[in-house]
Protein backbone atom coordinates (compact mmCIF):
# COMPACT_ATOMS: atom_id res chain seq x y z
CA UNK A 1 0.00 0.00 0.00
CA UNK A 2 2.74 2.77 0.75
CA UNK A 3 4.45 1.60 -2.65
CA UNK A 4 1.08 2.41 -4.68
CA UNK A 5 0.46 5.53 -2.41
CA UNK A 6 3.95 6.83 -4.20
CA UNK A 7 3.20 6.12 -6.80
CA UNK A 8 -0.16 7.84 -7.30
CA UNK A 9 1.98 10.84 -5.37
CA UNK A 10 4.07 10.93 -7.89
CA UNK A 11 1.65 11.69 -10.67
CA UNK A 12 -0.53 13.92 -9.40
CA UNK A 13 2.73 16.59 -8.52
CA UNK A 14 3.51 15.61 -12.43
CA UNK A 15 0.49 16.33 -13.69
CA UNK A 16 0.25 19.61 -11.97
CA UNK A 17 3.77 20.57 -12.57
CA UNK A 18 3.12 20.30 -16.40
CA UNK A 19 -0.96 21.51 -16.50
CA UNK A 20 0.52 24.60 -14.15
CA UNK A 21 2.91 25.14 -17.43
CA UNK A 22 0.63 25.48 -19.84
CA UNK A 23 -1.87 27.66 -18.57
CA UNK A 24 0.24 30.40 -18.22
CA UNK A 25 -0.21 32.61 -20.53
CA UNK A 26 -0.53 36.69 -20.59
CA UNK A 27 -3.72 38.08 -20.34
CA UNK A 28 -5.19 39.95 -23.67
CA UNK A 29 -7.97 42.46 -24.27
CA UNK A 30 -9.17 42.72 -28.07
CA UNK A 31 -9.30 46.22 -29.34
CA UNK A 32 -12.86 46.72 -29.56
CA UNK A 33 -12.98 45.86 -25.33
CA UNK A 34 -15.96 43.70 -26.17
CA UNK A 35 -15.38 39.96 -24.29
CA UNK A 36 -16.30 37.02 -26.06
CA UNK A 37 -15.81 33.86 -23.05
CA UNK A 38 -18.78 33.08 -22.70
CA UNK A 39 -20.35 32.66 -26.26
CA UNK A 40 -18.82 29.67 -28.86
CA UNK A 41 -16.01 31.04 -30.90
CA UNK A 42 -14.82 27.69 -32.55
CA UNK A 43 -10.96 27.86 -34.37
CA UNK A 44 -11.31 26.64 -37.47
CA UNK A 45 -8.59 25.57 -40.11
CA UNK A 46 -8.28 23.89 -42.97
CA UNK A 47 -7.09 20.16 -43.43
CA UNK A 48 -8.59 19.13 -40.20
CA UNK A 49 -8.09 15.35 -41.04
CA UNK A 50 -4.27 15.94 -40.11
CA UNK A 51 -4.90 16.33 -36.76
CA UNK A 52 -7.32 13.43 -36.10
CA UNK A 53 -6.19 10.21 -34.10
CA UNK A 54 -4.86 7.72 -36.57
CA UNK A 55 -4.53 4.34 -34.13
CA UNK A 56 -6.09 2.63 -31.95
CA UNK A 57 -3.75 2.49 -29.03
CA UNK A 58 -3.81 6.60 -28.32
CA UNK A 59 -7.75 6.69 -29.84
CA UNK A 60 -8.12 4.63 -26.93
CA UNK A 61 -6.24 6.79 -24.03
CA UNK A 62 -8.38 9.32 -24.69
CA UNK A 63 -6.39 10.62 -27.66
CA UNK A 64 -3.23 11.04 -25.35
CA UNK A 65 0.28 9.83 -26.80
CA UNK A 66 3.13 12.81 -26.56
CA UNK A 67 4.36 10.97 -23.65
CA UNK A 68 3.81 7.42 -23.47
CA UNK A 69 5.58 4.81 -24.43
CA UNK A 70 6.93 4.35 -27.60
CA UNK A 71 5.24 2.08 -30.41
CA UNK A 72 4.53 1.83 -34.09
CA UNK A 73 2.36 4.90 -34.43
CA UNK A 74 4.80 7.60 -32.44
CA UNK A 75 5.32 9.28 -36.10
CA UNK A 76 2.01 11.25 -35.22
CA UNK A 77 2.10 11.80 -31.78
CA UNK A 78 5.58 12.59 -31.40
CA UNK A 79 8.28 11.26 -33.43
CA UNK A 80 11.36 11.37 -30.94
CA UNK A 81 9.78 8.59 -29.09
CA UNK A 82 11.30 6.18 -31.93
CA UNK A 83 14.58 6.49 -30.01
CA UNK A 84 13.78 4.92 -27.26
CA UNK A 85 11.79 1.80 -28.87
CA UNK A 86 12.51 -1.57 -28.50
CA UNK A 87 12.36 -2.70 -31.93
CA UNK A 88 14.97 -2.10 -34.76
CA UNK A 89 11.91 -2.41 -37.61
CA UNK A 90 8.38 -1.81 -37.77
CA UNK A 91 4.93 -0.89 -39.46
CA UNK A 92 1.47 -0.48 -38.91
CA UNK A 93 -1.48 -0.16 -40.42
CA UNK A 94 -4.93 1.77 -39.20
CA UNK A 95 -8.53 2.04 -40.38
CA UNK A 96 -11.19 4.39 -39.02
CA UNK A 97 -14.26 4.65 -40.40
CA UNK A 98 -15.50 8.25 -39.36
CA UNK A 99 -18.65 9.81 -38.62
CA UNK A 100 -20.79 7.08 -38.93
CA UNK A 101 -23.74 8.20 -37.14
CA UNK A 102 -23.98 10.97 -40.05
CA UNK A 103 -22.77 9.47 -42.89
CA UNK A 104 -21.33 5.54 -44.47
CA UNK A 105 -18.64 6.22 -46.64
CA UNK A 106 -16.19 8.61 -45.00
CA UNK A 107 -12.81 6.50 -43.59
CA UNK A 108 -9.75 7.31 -43.07
CA UNK A 109 -6.58 4.89 -43.14
CA UNK A 110 -3.16 5.34 -41.89
CA UNK A 111 0.05 3.57 -42.65
CA UNK A 112 3.59 4.01 -40.85
CA UNK A 113 6.64 2.70 -40.24
CA UNK A 114 10.34 3.08 -38.91
CA UNK A 115 13.89 2.10 -39.03
CA UNK A 116 16.45 1.89 -36.65
CA UNK A 117 19.79 3.31 -38.48
CA UNK A 118 21.99 2.42 -34.98
CA UNK A 119 21.82 3.25 -31.77
CA UNK A 120 21.50 6.51 -32.42
CA UNK A 121 19.39 7.45 -35.16
CA UNK A 122 15.97 6.44 -36.62
CA UNK A 123 14.38 7.43 -39.33
CA UNK A 124 9.95 6.61 -39.84
CA UNK A 125 7.56 7.78 -42.03
CA UNK A 126 3.56 7.67 -42.66
CA UNK A 127 0.75 8.38 -45.26
CA UNK A 128 -2.70 8.94 -44.30
CA UNK A 129 -5.40 8.93 -46.70
CA UNK A 130 -9.06 10.42 -45.74
CA UNK A 131 -11.74 9.90 -48.56
CA UNK A 132 -14.61 11.93 -47.83
CA UNK A 133 -17.14 9.25 -50.14
CA UNK A 134 -19.28 10.34 -52.60
CA UNK A 135 -20.66 13.27 -53.67
CA UNK A 136 -22.99 13.76 -56.68
CA UNK A 137 -22.92 17.49 -58.33
CA UNK A 138 -26.22 18.20 -60.37
CA UNK A 139 -27.07 21.24 -61.92
CA UNK A 140 -30.97 20.73 -62.39
CA UNK A 141 -33.63 18.16 -60.52
CA UNK A 142 -33.26 15.94 -63.74
CA UNK A 143 -30.04 15.96 -63.71
CA UNK A 144 -28.36 12.62 -63.58
CA UNK A 145 -25.33 14.14 -62.19
CA UNK A 146 -21.96 13.44 -61.67
CA UNK A 147 -20.31 11.29 -58.99
CA UNK A 148 -16.89 12.66 -57.29
CA UNK A 149 -14.40 11.92 -54.37
CA UNK A 150 -13.28 14.18 -52.70
CA UNK A 151 -10.10 12.78 -50.77
CA UNK A 152 -7.54 14.34 -48.88
CA UNK A 153 -3.33 12.69 -47.86
CA UNK A 154 -0.73 13.68 -46.16
CA UNK A 155 2.97 12.32 -46.68
CA UNK A 156 5.27 12.90 -43.84
CA UNK A 157 8.97 11.64 -43.18
CA UNK A 158 11.06 11.72 -39.33
CA UNK A 159 14.29 11.88 -38.75
CA UNK A 160 14.60 11.53 -35.05
CA UNK A 161 18.23 11.43 -33.00
CA UNK A 162 19.09 10.69 -29.27
CA UNK A 163 20.55 13.60 -27.80
CA UNK A 164 21.55 12.02 -24.70
CA UNK A 165 20.97 8.82 -22.02
CA UNK A 166 17.22 10.43 -21.91
CA UNK A 167 16.76 12.92 -24.35
CA UNK A 168 15.99 12.59 -27.40
CA UNK A 169 14.39 14.81 -30.46
CA UNK A 170 13.16 14.88 -33.86
CA UNK A 171 11.99 17.02 -37.19
CA UNK A 172 9.57 15.65 -39.62
CA UNK A 173 8.63 17.13 -43.09
CA UNK A 174 5.34 16.93 -44.65
CA UNK A 175 2.97 17.16 -48.04
CA UNK A 176 -0.68 17.87 -47.83
CA UNK A 177 -2.86 17.82 -50.30
CA UNK A 178 -6.68 18.34 -49.83
CA UNK A 179 -8.60 18.16 -53.26
CA UNK A 180 -12.17 18.59 -52.55
CA UNK A 181 -13.72 18.02 -56.13
CA UNK A 182 -16.52 20.76 -56.03
CA UNK A 183 -16.82 21.17 -59.75
CA UNK A 184 -15.85 24.94 -59.92
CA UNK A 185 -13.83 26.08 -62.45
CA UNK A 186 -11.70 28.25 -60.16
CA UNK A 187 -11.56 25.93 -57.53
CA UNK A 188 -7.89 23.38 -57.56
CA UNK A 189 -6.76 21.20 -55.37
CA UNK A 190 -5.02 22.67 -52.29
CA UNK A 191 -1.16 21.97 -51.67
CA UNK A 192 0.80 23.16 -48.30
CA UNK A 193 3.81 22.15 -46.95
CA UNK A 194 4.74 21.89 -43.26
CA UNK A 195 7.45 20.39 -40.49
CA UNK A 196 7.24 19.19 -37.09
CA UNK A 197 9.85 19.48 -34.28
CA UNK A 198 9.41 17.13 -31.25
CA UNK A 199 11.28 16.44 -28.47
CA UNK A 200 10.67 13.22 -25.60
CA UNK A 201 12.40 12.53 -22.12
CA UNK A 202 12.34 9.36 -20.37
CA UNK A 203 14.24 8.69 -17.29
CA UNK A 204 13.83 5.54 -14.49
CA UNK A 205 12.58 6.65 -10.81
CA UNK A 206 15.16 4.36 -9.08
CA UNK A 207 15.29 6.65 -5.87
CA UNK A 208 11.47 6.44 -5.28
CA UNK A 209 9.67 3.74 -7.01
CA UNK A 210 12.57 1.25 -7.91
CA UNK A 211 13.65 0.44 -11.33
CA UNK A 212 10.64 -1.15 -12.45
CA UNK A 213 8.85 2.55 -13.20
CA UNK A 214 9.77 5.14 -15.65
CA UNK A 215 8.88 8.86 -16.00
CA UNK A 216 8.54 10.60 -19.08
CA UNK A 217 7.36 13.94 -20.78
CA UNK A 218 7.12 14.86 -24.40
CA UNK A 219 6.47 17.95 -26.53
CA UNK A 220 5.56 18.05 -30.30
CA UNK A 221 5.01 21.35 -32.54
CA UNK A 222 3.16 20.20 -35.36
CA UNK A 223 2.54 21.05 -38.57
CA UNK A 224 4.75 24.33 -38.65
CA UNK A 225 3.59 25.16 -42.36
CA UNK A 226 2.18 27.34 -45.47
CA UNK A 227 -1.51 28.63 -45.82
CA UNK A 228 -3.50 26.89 -47.97
CA UNK A 229 -5.24 28.13 -51.12
CA UNK A 230 -7.75 26.50 -53.05
CA UNK A 231 -8.26 29.46 -55.36
CA UNK A 232 -4.92 31.15 -55.56
CA UNK A 233 -6.49 34.11 -53.59
CA UNK A 234 -8.20 33.08 -50.42
CA UNK A 235 -5.30 31.34 -47.93
CA UNK A 236 -6.25 29.56 -44.83
CA UNK A 237 -4.25 28.27 -41.84
CA UNK A 238 -3.40 24.59 -41.58
CA UNK A 239 -3.58 23.18 -38.00
CA UNK A 240 -0.69 24.30 -36.82
CA UNK A 241 -0.44 22.61 -32.97
CA UNK A 242 1.36 22.36 -29.90
CA UNK A 243 0.98 19.15 -27.76
CA UNK A 244 2.49 18.65 -24.55
CA UNK A 245 2.13 16.04 -21.95
CA UNK A 246 3.32 13.68 -19.17
CA UNK A 247 3.31 9.78 -18.77
CA UNK A 248 4.20 7.38 -15.82
CA UNK A 249 4.81 3.68 -16.02
CA UNK A 250 5.86 1.03 -13.79
CA UNK A 251 5.87 -3.26 -13.65
CA UNK A 252 3.94 -4.19 -10.56
CA UNK A 253 4.75 -7.53 -10.76
CA UNK A 254 6.52 -9.77 -13.60
CA UNK A 255 2.53 -10.10 -14.96
CA UNK A 256 1.45 -6.75 -14.53
CA UNK A 257 2.09 -3.34 -15.65
CA UNK A 258 0.35 -0.09 -15.86
CA UNK A 259 1.02 3.31 -17.03
CA UNK A 260 -1.04 6.74 -17.23
CA UNK A 261 -1.02 9.53 -19.78
CA UNK A 262 -1.70 12.90 -19.30
CA UNK A 263 -2.04 15.51 -22.84
CA UNK A 264 -2.50 19.15 -23.41
CA UNK A 265 -2.83 20.71 -26.87
CA UNK A 266 -3.43 24.21 -28.16
CA UNK A 267 -3.97 24.75 -31.83
CA UNK A 268 -1.28 27.52 -32.55
CA UNK A 269 -3.50 29.97 -35.20
CA UNK A 270 -5.59 32.75 -34.81
CA UNK A 271 -9.07 33.07 -32.73
CA UNK A 272 -11.82 34.44 -34.65
CA UNK A 273 -12.40 38.34 -33.48
CA UNK A 274 -15.10 40.08 -32.62
CA UNK A 275 -17.19 41.29 -35.59
CA UNK A 276 -19.11 44.84 -36.29
CA UNK A 277 -22.84 45.16 -35.32
CA UNK A 278 -23.70 44.74 -39.04
CA UNK A 279 -22.24 41.08 -38.70
CA UNK A 280 -18.90 42.13 -41.41
CA UNK A 281 -15.57 41.83 -39.66
CA UNK A 282 -13.54 44.58 -38.31
CA UNK A 283 -10.32 45.76 -38.82
CA UNK A 284 -9.31 43.14 -35.52
CA UNK A 285 -10.18 40.34 -37.86
CA UNK A 286 -8.54 41.12 -41.29
CA UNK A 287 -5.54 41.53 -39.44
CA UNK A 288 -5.23 38.49 -37.67
CA UNK A 289 -6.78 36.50 -40.42
CA UNK A 290 -4.37 37.61 -42.74
CA UNK A 291 -0.91 37.71 -40.99
CA UNK A 292 1.63 35.39 -41.20
CA UNK A 293 2.23 31.77 -40.04
CA UNK A 294 4.89 32.71 -37.64
CA UNK A 295 3.41 35.48 -36.41
CA UNK A 296 0.02 33.57 -35.44
CA UNK A 297 1.75 31.10 -33.86
CA UNK A 298 3.32 33.49 -30.76
CA UNK A 299 -0.01 35.81 -31.05
CA UNK A 300 -2.16 32.38 -30.73
CA UNK A 301 -1.46 32.37 -26.99
CA UNK A 302 -2.80 36.17 -26.46
CA UNK A 303 -5.09 36.60 -29.06
CA UNK A 304 -8.73 35.49 -28.29
CA UNK A 305 -11.24 38.32 -27.15
CA UNK A 306 -12.44 36.99 -23.98
CA UNK A 307 -9.07 37.24 -22.56
CA UNK A 308 -7.06 34.97 -20.75
CA UNK A 309 -10.45 33.10 -19.83
CA UNK A 310 -11.31 32.28 -23.18
CA UNK A 311 -7.73 31.50 -24.09
CA UNK A 312 -7.94 28.75 -21.52
CA UNK A 313 -11.22 27.51 -22.87
CA UNK A 314 -8.28 26.61 -25.75
CA UNK A 315 -6.77 23.94 -24.20
CA UNK A 316 -7.93 20.55 -24.65
CA UNK A 317 -6.76 17.97 -22.19
CA UNK A 318 -6.58 14.13 -22.42
CA UNK A 319 -6.24 11.56 -19.76
CA UNK A 320 -5.40 7.78 -20.52
CA UNK A 321 -4.72 4.49 -18.80
CA UNK A 322 -3.27 1.53 -19.86
CA UNK A 323 -2.80 -2.15 -18.29
CA UNK A 324 -0.84 -4.84 -19.59
CA UNK A 325 -1.24 -8.44 -18.49
CA UNK A 326 2.31 -10.89 -19.20
CA UNK A 327 2.90 -8.49 -22.22
CA UNK A 328 0.27 -10.18 -24.08
CA UNK A 329 -2.81 -8.60 -23.14
CA UNK A 330 -3.95 -4.72 -22.93
CA UNK A 331 -7.02 -2.86 -21.84
CA UNK A 332 -7.11 0.78 -21.88
CA UNK A 333 -9.34 3.89 -20.97
CA UNK A 334 -9.78 7.38 -21.20
CA UNK A 335 -11.10 10.86 -21.36
CA UNK A 336 -11.02 13.82 -23.68
CA UNK A 337 -12.38 17.27 -22.90
CA UNK A 338 -12.86 20.25 -24.89
CA UNK A 339 -14.73 22.96 -23.94
CA UNK A 340 -18.00 24.04 -25.26
CA UNK A 341 -17.17 26.91 -26.65
CA UNK A 342 -14.48 25.66 -28.78
CA UNK A 343 -16.28 23.08 -30.27
CA UNK A 344 -17.99 20.85 -27.14
CA UNK A 345 -15.92 16.96 -27.83
CA UNK A 346 -16.34 15.69 -25.00
CA UNK A 347 -15.90 11.98 -24.85
CA UNK A 348 -14.82 8.85 -22.82
CA UNK A 349 -12.78 5.83 -24.72
CA UNK A 350 -12.14 2.12 -24.21
CA UNK A 351 -10.01 0.08 -26.22
CA UNK A 352 -8.03 -3.42 -25.73
CA UNK A 353 -4.49 -4.99 -27.26
CA UNK A 354 -3.58 -8.07 -28.26
CA UNK A 355 0.35 -8.75 -29.14
CA UNK A 356 1.51 -11.71 -29.99
CA UNK A 357 5.00 -12.59 -31.33
CA UNK A 358 4.99 -10.66 -34.52
CA UNK A 359 1.97 -8.63 -34.53
CA UNK A 360 -0.02 -6.95 -32.33
CA UNK A 361 -3.76 -6.08 -32.95
CA UNK A 362 -5.41 -3.22 -31.05
CA UNK A 363 -9.18 -1.66 -31.25
CA UNK A 364 -10.64 1.34 -30.00
CA UNK A 365 -14.51 2.78 -28.93
CA UNK A 366 -15.84 6.48 -28.50
CA UNK A 367 -18.32 6.34 -25.27
CA UNK A 368 -19.91 10.21 -25.69
CA UNK A 369 -20.53 12.44 -22.92
CA UNK A 370 -22.34 14.97 -25.32
CA UNK A 371 -25.87 13.92 -26.98
CA UNK A 372 -25.92 13.65 -30.39
CA UNK A 373 -22.27 13.47 -30.69
CA UNK A 374 -21.57 12.76 -34.26
CA UNK A 375 -18.19 11.13 -33.29
CA UNK A 376 -20.38 7.97 -31.28
CA UNK A 377 -19.52 4.71 -31.95
CA UNK A 378 -16.26 5.69 -33.76
CA UNK A 379 -14.19 2.54 -33.85
CA UNK A 380 -10.49 2.14 -34.76
CA UNK A 381 -8.75 -0.99 -35.91
CA UNK A 382 -4.59 -0.96 -35.98
CA UNK A 383 -2.80 -3.86 -37.32
CA UNK A 384 1.53 -3.66 -36.22
CA UNK A 385 3.73 -5.90 -37.51
CA UNK A 386 7.49 -6.40 -36.45
CA UNK A 387 9.47 -6.43 -38.96
CA UNK A 388 13.36 -7.15 -36.88
Known amino acids: MKKIWKQFSAIII ?34 PFVGITPDSRAGAMGNSGVASTPDMNSQHWNPAKFAFIENNMGASMSYTPWLRKLVNDINMYYLTGFKRLDEMQVLSASIRYFTLGEITYTQSQDDIGIPVKPNEFALD ?18 YIRS ?42 ISNIGQKISYDDVNNQF ?43 SDDYYNEYNNMSVTKAMFTSFSDAPGG ?34 KGNRKHFTAGIGLKFNMMTLDASYIIP ?20
Do not use: C
Open 14 to 47: LFTFVATSSFSQTDYSDISGQTSQNSVNIISTAV
Open 157 to 174: IAYTRLLSEKFSGSVAFR
Open 179 to 220: DLNTMQEDRTPGNSFAADIAFYFRTPLNDILGESSQLAAGIN
Open 238 to 280: IPTNMRLGASFESELDNYNKVSFNFDLNKLLVPTPGVTSVDGS
Open 308 to 341: LEEELQEITYAFGAEYWYANQFAARAGYFHEHEN
Open 369 to 388: VVQDNPLANTIRFTLGVNLD
